[in-house]
């Protein structure tokens, strides 16, 4: 365990990425949930099962694995760019709009987009919204363009742009 936190400050960069993505979390999510008319689990209560998730990570990992030692990645070509694309669209647009009721603070039970929309638009209008959320995300967007925003400006300066320990603390001194 102590290892993940020293290899989070001195062991990532823009080209390796640890932790689950936005996308495959969204994913993700629909195979774990738990079908209705299976037994409920005395261990577990929720709508979702850990055991699934584990699953899931056990398989896609021997997989992954296997198509690394058969040298199999030249299959990803013959998947369509046109596929690809329309697959970042939609996560485009349905990442932020699981966010929005997160950072308003609303309770959304609709499974389709559109409905999503309209309860959460209903949500703010009706005074629902939970203002300590929106507080606190609205503060951290807006460090996160700050931040941003520094690091643009920080490309003369070397010690700013190449130290990862000022960007890992920097959040924690504002």
């Known amino acids: 365990m102590q290892f ?20 495959s979390s969204a ?4 195979f774990i949930l738990r079908p209705a008319n299976w037994p409920a689990d005395p261990q577990f209560h929720g709508t979702s099962s850990p055991y699934l998730a584990t699953l899931l990570g056990f398989t896609m990992g021997t997989i992954l694995t296997m198509l690394g030692l058969l040298q199999l990645g030249f299959l990803v070509n013959f998947i369509s760019p046109s ?7 939609a996560a485009a647009f349905t990442i932020p709009l699981g966010q929005l009721k997160k950072i308003f603070g609303l309770k959304v ?3 389709t987009f559109a409905r999503k929309i309209y309860e959460i638009l209903i949500g703010i209008f009706d005074g629902d919204t939970n203002w300590y959320d929106f507080l606190i995300g609205s503060i951290s967007i807006l460090l996160l363009i700050t931040l941003k925003m520094i690091k643009t400006k920080s490309q003369n300066y070397d010690f700013l742009r190449d130290s990862k320990v000022v960007w890992f603390f920097w959040p924690v001194l504002l």
Not at 27 to 30: C, N, S, T
């Open 27 to 30: 994913l993700m999510v629909d």
């Open 109 to 111: 039970e609709a499974t």
């Open 4 to 23: 993940l936190k020293v290899y989070t400050i001195f062991g990532t960069s823009k080209q390796c990425a640890i932790g689950p993505t936005a996308i």
């Open 83 to 89: 596929v690809v694309s329309g697959f970042i669209q």
